[in-house]
């Protein structure tokens, strides 16, 4: 079935967006994945992503989509689904806070939503959650709270990156366990010699350098992809009247 469409279902990564130090604003970077898809692509590219979006809105946005069936959906989520209450962690470090959608119930909804794509007969892509800058994030959620209280219930700073990367880690169990594509853009971000240099003041969004070293990495694997869609419905239509069934007058 030739892949007529992409579709992107995550968050604020997803949505390509960046923290402007100038402005002191949050921005869509000309950088995202999906633009540059768009511009390279002679197929429609929709990006249904959200900032703070976590998987369960993304299941909730794919309740009420139609798509075209052959369509590419990817499905990026992890970075708001593993965030906790930092306000409740300083005010009580003591005691265990949930995250905003728990471990379990993240990994059965990110398999959820794959079956979901495929029961409409459209092809499911997973994404890892991007790796976040643990120092950074860190004095970006403590900003007017009690940050030793916060650093007390953590035990460290880089608690925050290794609760985080079991979310990715769940991630890419849900694609062994139901055999479906993964791009691993976590790896691609962390294997970049500079990676720092590439997370914005928040700690947590690439910045537009850190957007086009992701764009660069997905754009021939989504090229290839639809080429060799062409390249399967031509041979398919090439080979119709080999398998059509004869008319009447001809047996």
Not at 210 to 231: C, E, K, N, Y
Request: charged share 25%; proline share 4%.
């Amino acid at each position: 079935m030739m892949c007529n469409e992409i579709h992107v279902w995550g968050d604020s990564l997803a949505r390509g967006i960046v923290y402007r130090e100038e402005q002191k604003r949050y921005a869509i970077s000309r950088e995202r994945c999906t633009t540059r898809l768009a511009q390279s692509l002679p197929i429609k590219v929709e990006n249904h992503s959200g900032m703070g979006a976590t998987v369960l809105d993304g299941l909730k946005w794919f309740a009420d989509f139609t798509g075209a069936p052959g369509a590419l959906c990817a499905i990026e989520f992890g970075g708001n689904d593993c965030d906790l209450d930092w306000a409740k962690v300083a005010e009580n470090p003591e005691h265990v806070v949930e995250a905003r959608v728990p471990l379990h119930v993240f990994e059965e909804s990110i398999a959820r939503f794959v079956k979901e794509v495929r029961q409409r007969d459209m092809e499911a892509v997973l994404v890892t959650p991007l790796p976040l800058h643990s120092e950074r994030y860190f004095q970006w959620v403590t900003k007017g709270l009690n940050a030793q209280a916060v650093l007390a219930a953590l035990g460290d700073v880089h608690h925050i990156y290794r609760w985080q990367e079991r979310y990715a880690n769940a991630v890419r169990a849900v694609a062994r366990a139901l055999g479906v594509r993964m791009l691993d853009l976590r790896d691609v971000l962390l294997a970049q010699p500079d990676y720092e240099n590439l997370i914005c003041l928040d700690g947590v969004h690439p910045n537009d350098e850190g957007h086009r070293r992701l764009s660069d990495a997905v754009m021939p694997l989504a090229q290839a992809r639809f080429a060799a869609a062409i390249r399967l419905a031509d041979q398919e239509a090439s080979e119709a009247h080999l398998s059509s069934i004869p008319s009447a007058c001809m047996m």
